[in-house]
């Protein structure tokens, strides 16, 4: 199944001018992704979703966790999350070849209700890795098989990814997806105040708000946003503002100071430093280099550059 899956997702490629860069497919929530060498660490919000690789292999920082993923194995994000992607193995020869999914929360819940016997709730980290098994694989297939029958993807679409949500809530971490679709649970809970800091990471927000957003007591939410995340929420906050600077900057040409005090830092000179600290180079080169290299990658392949 990995060698047809493979020989699909790089005919779909070749179909469209072959090369590297990140390939949209018809189906809005897929997207493929091939690279030809490794590339550098690149920090950015991970969206619920499926990420699979075919070939090649792929690495996931967030907070003090790290995880790598293989050929046919998946990495599965539960909740919106800043991290550090990149592609670790990559050549000319055996290019990184890997499919993304977002993942419908609706979709998840109501295949979780209809099951007979539901995974038990399991804590732990929003993230984890796993094995692509032959059903999994099959629905992958299907989707890049249906890309080039986009009269059939309303039909279609929403039972393949039934499928794949059944694949996901019966399989080894059933129990960690199960918190994503309850929607009493600890993770929805936390969420709730995700989508608070989300919408409001330029203001101060104290954990006791964050808190009673998730209608949880503020040891509690801080003790299981941690365990989720693997993060305070003021070290999530700081990633949330950290990135949409890197955005005003690079997309919108906002200088440093005024990037700062937009998402709610008081001190240009404190941005600067917690900014250098995460990306490792000052915010000003960093924009700099981030906007010479989306030229370069435009201008040689003609697409967006893939994300890690």
Do not use: W
Request: aromatic content about 8%; proline content about 7%.
């Amino acid at each position: 199944m990995s060698s047809s899956l493979v020989a699909a997702v790089t005919a779909y490629i070749e179909a469209r001018g072959g090369g590297p860069g990140l390939f949209s497919t018809p189906i809005d929530d897929v997207n493929i992704v091939r690279s030809f060498q490794a590339m550098m660490p690149r920090r950015q919000i991970y969206r619920p979703s499926l990420c699979v690789v075919l070939q090649g292999a792929k690495e996931i920082v967030f907070g003090d966790e790290m995880l790598q993923y293989n050929a046919m194995e998946c990495l599965v994000v539960s909740v919106e999350l800043p991290a550090n992607g990149r592609i670790v193995e990559a050549s000319e020869a055996a290019p990184f070849v890997g499919v993304t999914i977002d993942l419908d929360v609706a979709m998840m819940r109501a295949v979780l209700e209809q099951l007979d016997t539901p995974p038990a709730p399991a804590s732990g980290p929003c993230v984890f890795v796993s094995k692509v098994d032959e059903p999994l694989a099959d629905c992958i297939l299907r989707l890049i098989r249906m890309a080039d029958r986009p009269k059939a993807i309303p039909i279609l679409y929403p039972s393949v990814m039934r499928e794949i949500c059944y694949c996901l809530l019966s399989g080894p971490h059933g129990g960690e997806l199960c918190n994503l679709a309850l929607p009493e649970s600890n993770t929805q809970r936390v969420v709730k105040a995700i989508y608070l800091l989300r919408e409001n990471f330029a203001q101060t927000l104290r954990v006791e708000q964050l808190a009673e957003a998730a209608r949880m007591s503020p040891s509690s939410f801080h003790q299981h946003f941690k365990a989720l995340t693997s993060m305070t929420p003021l070290q999530y906050q700081k990633q949330l503002r950290l990135l949409e600077a890197r955005r005003l900057m690079v997309a919108e040409a906002a200088n440093v100071t005024d990037a700062a005090y937009q998402v709610g830092y008081e001190s240009a000179s404190q941005f600067s430093r917690e900014y250098s600290r995460t990306f490792g180079v000052a915010p000003k080169r960093d924009a700099m280099n981030q906007q010479r290299l989306y030229r370069a990658y435009q201008e040689l392949t003609g697409r967006e550059l893939p994300s890690p």
